[in-house]
């Protein structure tokens, strides 16, 4: 073989592989390097993730607001470090707090309108997206529902939205300081699935993501129901169904460009 030749493919070589690298890093810096600003709201654990420049909007900077946030485990960088990254780049912040096993109760929902007012008074925007995962849907739908002209969109991703398909009812009555019967007198008052006008009279959109193989939080007794009572209310909403989708940790969940967009769509309007 011609060694002038060979000494051409050798840098193209090099010059790929760095380039593949390169491409990696970057990657990994959206999941391994987020800088959460930690602090204590009361007696209960806070998170901001700002980004390097924030936008700005007429009711103040961008957020997203997501939820649960569990003994500061979540969200995770490997998990939601992908969203984050492009939320940032569009200058859209991200915040939590730590309500424990709330299931949506009033004092879940209280800690929750205190984070609200610190974020507003600190020119965080008055109309934040919310991002519920899981049984986070139970805490902002719950939330949501008391304050629906400070929501600009609800996104979710396989969120519980009816109190007796998940956690069921005698596992979440002590946390609404209930008797599992007394919860079920006044489960409207209580079940996102119950509490959809308000949300659909201020014109709320929504976006969820389920899988048609969910066990735990099964698609049709949470998001098909949501969206069946929401489309009665003339509410805009979107189920986008995942084939296969379970309740787990799969890069589809968090790496959907379709719930982002939906996010940097309502969050900038």
């Known amino acids: ?17 760095v380039t593949l690298l390169v491409l990696a890093s970057w990657g990994l810096a959206g999941q391994d390097e987020l800088q959460f600003e930690r602090y204590e709201l009361g007696e209960h654990h806070a998170f901001l993730l700002a980004p390097s420049e924030s936008a700005k909007t007429e009711h103040g900077k961008p957020w997203v607001w997501y939820a649960p946030t569990f003994h500061q485990k979540l969200p995770s960088p490997r998990d939601e470090g992908w969203m984050i990254q492009r939320l940032h780049a569009k200058g859209i912040a991200v915040a939590g707090i730590d309500v424990g096993e709330s299931y949506g109760s009033p004092t879940g929902r209280a800690v929750f309108q205190q984070l609200y007012e610190h974020m507003v008074a600190k020119g965080y925007s008055t109309k934040p997206v919310l991002l ?23 996104a979710g991703i396989y969120p ?3 109190l007796e398909s998940y956690p069921g ?3 979440a009555a002590p946390a609404y300081e209930m008797t599992p019967d007394e919860l079920k007198e006044n489960l409207a008052k209580h079940n996102p699935i119950d509490r959809l006008a308000p949300l659909a009279k201020a014109k709320v959109p929504i976006y969820h993501l389920h899988g048609d193989k969910d066990g735990l939080v099964p698609n049709h ?3 098909a129901i949501l969206a069946e009572r929401y489309k009665a209310l003339d509410g805009t909403v979107t189920i986008e169904i995942i084939p296969g989708g379970g309740h787990d940790t799969k890069r589809h969940w968090f790496e959907s460009q379709t719930l982002t967009d939906f996010m940097i769509e309502q969050a900038l309007r």
């Open 1 to 17: 073989m011609d060694e002038g030749k060979t000494m051409k493919k050798k840098p193209i070589a090099v010059l790929a592989v």
């Open 169 to 171: 009812l005698k596992k």
């Open 160 to 162: 519980v939205c009816n």
């Open 221 to 223: 007794k949470n998001s």
């Open 132 to 154: 519920a995962r899981s049984r986070g849907g139970l805490m902002l739908y719950n939330w949501a529902a008391e304050h629906p002209d400070c929501v600009a969109g609800v």
